[in-house]
């Protein structure tokens, strides 16, 4: 697999934080790393929780899964959600190395980047 240039990895990490910088979507990750497979939640479940309706959730779900963050699986008849812990992992490190701006290469090589 060919490394991304650094203006496809400022894309990645630019779409990142646009799906992360709305407030409900920021409270759907949270809640949805705090479940585990077995506890991963329904759309009706979810929008009970954050006190939002079932359409909103339905909403930011799609664009949460779109980057990837998170997974659904049909249970049923409804789908129940979880996180992509992976790839929620390829997302701290972008966003990482995106905050690491200016800072001086030894600092990076500390964190791992």
Request: glycine share 6%; hydrophobic share 40%; net charge positive.
């Amino acid at each position: 697999m060919a490394r991304k240039t650094e203006e496809e990895k400022t894309e990645d990490q630019a779409a990142i934080f646009a799906v992360l910088g709305d407030p409900t979507r920021l409270r759907l990750v949270k809640l949805l790393y705090s479940q585990h497979d077995p506890d991963a939640l329904c759309v009706n479940a979810l929008a009970a929780i954050l006190g939002v309706t079932q359409s909103a959730v339905s909403q930011h779900l799609r664009i949460l899964k779109a980057i990837g963050l998170v997974k659904g699986e049909r249970r049923g008849y409804r789908i129940h959600y979880f996180i992509n812990r992976e790839s929620l992992e390829r997302c701290r490190r972008l966003a990482l190395e995106a905050l690491s701006i200016g800072r001086p290469a030894q600092d990076k090589e500390d964190e791992g980047l």
